[in-house]
């Protein structure tokens, strides 16, 4: 797990969003509403998207903030939840990464590498035990 991983706010424009995504070379980044909280995430297909939309409408891609391109649903996990059933979400809902929300604030983001990094441990040890 990434402890105080980036994040933007709702109200950011979408440009900001896509400069830290590159930047960091992020896939994603959790966006937060006015009180600090999870509110949705916005991922580089969300730019895309919302910048390919507003350039065929003749629109300006400036213009755009991160809550007219973000996606509201928040795949999530606790803290305690184990590292099994966090691999096996995001494989049934095929996310690349999952928010870690404790008592309504993010508190991280596990990714799949922190997930393949740590099956390929957990399997080192076993290996290492027979």
């Given at each position: ?97 999952n928010a870690v929300i404790k008592d309504g604030a993010l508190v991280g983001q596990v ?20």
């Amino acid at each position: 797990m990434y402890p105080n991983p980036l994040t933007i706010s709702e109200h950011a424009p979408l440009v900001q969003a896509i400069q830290v995504l590159t930047e960091f070379k992020l896939t994603g980044l959790t966006v937060l509403d006015d009180s600090g909280k999870p509110c949705g995430k916005i991922t580089e297909l969300d730019c895309i998207r919302s910048i390919l939309n507003s350039v065929y409408n003749d629109g300006n891609p400036e213009n755009i903030q991160v809550a007219q391109a973000m996606t509201h649903e928040i795949h999530s996990c606790g803290p305690e939840d184990s590292i099994v059933e966090v691999a096996q979400r995001m494989l049934d809902t095929h996310q690349r990464r999952n928010a870690v929300i404790k008592d309504g604030a993010l508190v991280g983001q596990v990714s799949s590498s922190n997930i393949l990094w740590a099956l390929m441990e957990h399997s080192r040890a076993r290996q290492n035990m027979r």
